[in-house]
Each structure stands twice: as C-alpha cells, then as structure tokens.
C-alpha cells in the first residue's frame, strides 16, 4: 500500500522562531531607514519582547522608541509579512525529505497567504513536494481542523484517508478534524506545544521525538495499523 506523506510546516519542517527572528530583523531595518532608530537595539528590543507574548509586540516598541501610530505599526506589520524570509529546514527535515523523495508529499499549513507562501519559496519547498496547501485560500471555514485540503489530497492521489498520513506538531488543531476520518496521524514532539496534554480525542495516534523517527519501518507500521 502506498503512502502519502504530508507534512505540517511551522515547527514541523522547520523552527517557527527563526522566521520571527527574521521578521524582526526586517523591521528594525525599517526602523532604522524611516526614523533613523538604531536597527540593532530595535531588533534586541523586539526579540525581548516576544518573550511577554506575540500580541502588539510593534504597538509596544514602537511607542518605546517614541514613533507609535497605528499607520506605523500596521507598517511595520506588513514589513513583517512582506519581508524576504531567512530560515532553514530542520536537519532532519531535510533528511526525510530525501529518502521520502519517491513518495508522495504535501504539506498543509494554516497562517497568512503571503506569509506562508514566502516561508515555502524561502525553504524551497515548492520543488519538494507535489503541493503546498496553505488552507486560508481556500477560506477561514476551511483551516484546520477541517479536513477540507486533506480530502483534496486523497482526490488528487486516489487514495482513502488510511494511506494518508499526517505529520504535525499541534495537538490543539493538527489531529483532531482528521483523526475520526481515519487519516493518519503523527505528532512530533517539538516547538511550543511539545508538552501539551490534551484529551484523547486531540492526541495524534503516533508520537515522535523529532522527524529522525520518521524512518521507513515507523512508516510501514503506521500503514500497516488502525488510525
Ligand atoms: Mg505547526
């Protein structure tokens, strides 16, 4: 039986705070070119701040630096989002894409189009995979955990849901739309939900520590049992 792998992105292919780092770098560039702020302390300031929580983190620093508005601070959002990112695949992303290279492979991601999309092209990803899903293009109803862009993968390959296997780290919203289907369900065990303990219902049906436990009995034996 063939499998179709499909991988979640955010701290599943790669870590999730280097692209925020990489944002903030972005911005305190900006900082530094419209207000002649220092880019170096802006960046330190942003990167401290992320620590009190992600909501208006540029609100903050901004009326910090004395530049606040909310014309500056959606600026500095879509400098953010528009921005050129630099991140890099986890080494053993990168390894299990090489060997799962004859499969069949997806990714389907939640977030912002653009900014989902440029996280894809920076990791080259495009060229990876059969397609990237980035689910808000096909509306806000159809994020996760709708299962609507895993259907569209089992159209696409012919496949049903027990040759599908999903490959995700968020237990709040990766596993639970799919599971009851009968897809296929991996959670790896990294990124800021690693400890999270939800009920059963949430729970993937498989744990891993990190994708170098993807290897090709794991796969088989997933296959091979119930979801
Ligand atoms: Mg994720």
């Known amino acids: 039986m063939m499998a179709v792998v499909v991988f979640d992105l955010d701290d599943t292919l790669y870590d999730e705070l280097t692209y925020v780092r990489s944002g903030f770098r972005a911005v305190a560039q900006f900082l530094q070119r419209s207000w002649n702020l220092p880019a ?67 990714i389907v991601t939640d977030g912002n189009k653009l900014v989902q999309h440029n996280k894809i092209i920076a990791l080259g990803l495009k060229e990876r995979v059969r397609h990237c899903y980035i689910t808000h293009r096909y509306g806000i109803k159809n994020a996760k955990p709708s299962p ?53 219902r949430f729970e993937a049906r498989w744990r891993i520590q990190s994708l170098t436990g993807l290897t090709p009995e794991f796969l088989q034996q997933v296959l091979e049992n119930e979801p």
């Open 40 to 106: 170096e302390p802006c960046y330190q300031r942003l990167v401290m701040r992320l620590a009190g929580g992600r909501g208006s983190i540029f609100d903050d620093v901004l009326q910090e630096f004395g530049v606040y508005s909310r014309k500056n601070v959606r600026q500095c959002l879509s400098v953010y989002r528009r921005h050129q990112p630099e991140i890099c695949l986890f080494p053993a992303a990168e390894d299990c894409l090489r060997w799962l290279a004859p499969f069949p492979l997806y």
């Open 148 to 200: 609507y862009c895993f259907w569209k993968i089992c159209e696409r390959e012919q496949v049903d849901p027990g040759q599908v296997i999903y490959v995700a780290d968020n237990p709040r919203k990766d596993f639970v739309g799919i599971k009851p289907l009968g897809f296929k369900t991996v959670r790896i065990l990294q990124g800021q939900y690693k400890d999270l303990v939800l009920e059963e």
